[in-house]
């Protein structure tokens, strides 16, 4: 009797120690955002209608027919005319870029949002324990990371980690590094780069699938510190509740639809196909299936599961009665706030209506896109400036970041807002001008004379 009940008391103890162990190893795995900061270039890289028509009329490859598609595009694009573009390709240098042209760039994002996080958070380069750089079209050596240390004199024994190739969804995919590297590491900071070359990489052919990419994207990024250390919670303004990352690549169709290449004259640009918006939605989807039951409340998936259920019982039987038993997931019901890869009008529509999102939910991906154009990896966080800068956020509110890039990929993630009264404008200084009404750009009443019919029988040089 008394070696049953010894017996007892182990396996108690035991299980007592197992919980306590999980409890505090979940404790110590969290990640807060104690600050970030966002690119914003000078006023003299703005690329207004104006500028644009000048990068435009110096490729002598296009055509009439290249014209009227660019022009659609600019109008339906979305951006507005107080986007950045790259130094060169305003000094009209896109044709030939050099080396220096691209370390200059990501220089200037890079430092300047830099500068500003220490500045701002009073963190000193020396503390930083893990630095991860994401810029997927510029990987030289030594590496933007050891370019980074060098500039700031950081400890030897940092981890630093530089991330090329992952498209527009790379920010969300360093979040998640950071994160898994938490679970290891105790006690350390964390900073975040994410930023694009957009300069070295200007297409100067006439393929309209690789024009796209001229049109949308646009100069920007972003710098954010992260902490697992508790002593810090106090501070932090947002806390990481959970990371899905999605990759399809294995389909042939998704891996080439947002793909770097060269043309058939050689210039080396980037390809957008028709195929993107569905990779996009198959990524979203299977991303959806991992992060739905991690974010919303019984009740919500109980009530889906059931209507699931129910439907597919009758479905063969009565195919209206199976309609009317439907259910959509209702996402507001476990997130406030939507932070929306700023990707282009298109991809925004796409995204608020699968999601039953409101034009107010919608806003601030639309402004940024507007005011900031497609900044690729550090794009979210312009969203999530304005959000603040409107004074949106309050304690205990869940915003959802979607991600989607080249893979094809869907990277998203959950945060919760951790103070009360946040109302840093940052880059928005600009913030009682939005939203704007009127997102009409330019182009249609200054150009719109390319479209007639009489230009048919015109050259045009």
């Excluded at 507001?332 to 932070?339: D, N, P, V």
Aim: hydrophobic share 40%; proline share 3%; net charge positive.
């Amino acid at each position: 009797m008394e070696f049953l009940v010894t017996i007892c008391l182990l396996f108690l103890c035991s299980l007592i120690s197992y919980f306590c162990n999980m409890f505090f190893k979940k404790r110590n795995q969290c990640c807060y955002m104690l600050g970030y900061e966002c690119y914003k270039a000078a006023d003299d890289r703005k690329l207004d209608t104006e500028a644009c028509v000048r990068v435009v009329m110096r490729n002598k490859n296009l055509g009439l027919e290249q014209y009227r598609f660019l022009l659609k595009t600019i109008v339906s694009s979305g951006l507005g005319e107080e986007t950045y573009g790259p130094r060169n390709v305003l000094d009209g240098k896109e044709a030939f870029p050099t080396e220096k042209d691209a370390h200059s760039e990501m220089d200037e994002i890079m430092f300047d949002t830099l500068d500003d996080l220490f500045a701002k958070t009073g963190v000193s380069p020396f503390e930083i324990d893990i630095l991860v750089v994401d810029v997927s079209l510029f990987a030289p050596a030594p590496s933007l990371t050891a370019r980074i240390i060098n500039r700031y004199k950081m400890r030897d024994n940092i981890k630093s980690f530089n991330l090329s190739g992952m498209g527009c969804s790379a920010s969300m995919l360093a979040i998640d590094l950071v994160q898994r590297l938490f679970k290891t590491y105790k006690n350390q900071m964390a900073i975040v780069v994410s930023s694009e070359s957009i300069g070295s990489h200007w297409y100067c052919g006439k393929e309209k699938s690789m024009m796209l990419s001229n049109c949308l994207f646009r100069s920007g990024g972003s710098s954010i510190l992260l902490t697992n250390k508790r002593a810090l919670k106090d501070r932090a303004i947002f806390k990481l509740n959970c990371a899905v990352r999605t990759n399809i690549s294995y389909d042939d169709e998704a891996y080439g639809c947002c793909i770097q290449r060269e043309d058939e004259q050689g210039y080396q640009g980037f390809l957008l196909t028709k195929s993107l918006t569905k990779a996009a939605a198959k990524a979203f989807t299977g991303n959806l299936k991992i992060l739905v039951p991690k974010i919303l409340p019984v009740r919500e998936l109980l009530q889906y599961a059931i209507s699931t259920l129910g439907r597919k019982q009758i479905k063969d039987q009565t195919p209206d009665a199976a309609r009317a038993l439907s259910f959509n997931i209702n996402l507001k019901s476990g997130i406030e706030h939507f932070c929306l890869h700023p990707g282009g009008r298109a991809v925004i529509d796409g995204l608020g209506k699968s999601l039953g999102l409101s034009e107010y939910d919608l806003e601030p991906t639309r402004m940024a896109l507007y005011r900031f154009g497609n900044t690729s990896a550090g794009g979210l966080w312009y969203v999530l400036s304005y959000m603040e800068a409107k004074k949106r956020l309050k304690k205990g509110d869940r915003i959802l970041m979607i991600s989607l890039g080249a893979g094809f990929m869907c990277n998203n993630c959950v945060w919760e807002v951790m103070k009360d009264d946040l109302e840093d404008t940052r880059v928005w200084d600009c913030i009682d001008r939005y939203p704007r009404k009127n997102l009409v750009n330019p182009f249609t009443e200054k150009y719109s004379w390319i479209n007639d019919e009489c230009l048919n029988f015109v050259r045009l040089d």
